[in-house]
């Protein structure tokens, strides 16, 4: 009885970590990417004329870098960049950019 819930718990804590260490690994990726984005956006999420970019739900941040891709968003500063991301630079990069706090107000 008594083992049975030591290994069940074992294997549990390994499919947890598992995904949390691939999701870490992103987000550095993200990191490293980011230095271009923040020229422009503001990493404390303030506006300053560029829309903030972090806390935002990756899903969200990802279809809004498609979208851009696709020309379905017509900025043609934000076309270019995100034309020269891959989708995995992309996905790391809403890693990064959401796990960092938004700021409610300016
Ligand atoms: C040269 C300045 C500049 C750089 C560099 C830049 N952006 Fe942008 N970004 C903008 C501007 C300006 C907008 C607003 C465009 C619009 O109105 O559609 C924008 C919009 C966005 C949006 C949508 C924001 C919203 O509120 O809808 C996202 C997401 C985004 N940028 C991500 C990025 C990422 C990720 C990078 C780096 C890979 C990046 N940007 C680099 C200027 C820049």
């Given at each position: 009885?008594?083992?049975?819930?030591?290994?069940c718990?074992?294997?549990?804590?390994?499919?947890?970590?598992?995904?949390?260490?691939?999701?870490?690994?992103?987000?550095?990726?993200?990191?490293?990417?980011?230095?271009?984005?923040?020229?422009?956006?503001?990493?404390?999420?303030r506006?300053?004329?560029?829309?903030?970019?972090?806390?935002?739900?990756?899903?969200?941040?990802?279809?809004?870098?498609?979208?851009?891709?696709?020309?379905?968003?017509d900025?043609?500063?934000?076309?270019?960049?995100a034309?020269?991301?891959?989708?995995?630079?992309?996905?790391?990069?809403?890693?990064?950019?959401?796990?960092?706090?938004?700021?409610?107000?300016?």
């Amino acid at each position: 009885m008594k083992r049975h819930a030591v290994a069940c718990s074992l294997t549990l804590t390994t499919a947890i970590w598992t995904p949390v260490d691939a999701i870490a690994a992103d987000r550095a990726f993200g990191e490293y990417l980011s230095s271009e984005c923040v020229t422009c956006h503001q990493l404390s999420g303030r506006y300053e004329g560029i829309p903030p970019i972090v806390g935002w739900p990756e899903p969200i941040f990802i279809e809004a870098m498609q979208d851009y891709r696709q020309k379905k968003r017509d900025n043609p500063i934000m076309q270019t960049v995100a034309d020269r991301l891959s989708p995995e630079e992309i996905a790391a990069l809403a890693a990064y950019f959401g796990s960092l706090p938004a700021v409610s107000a300016k």
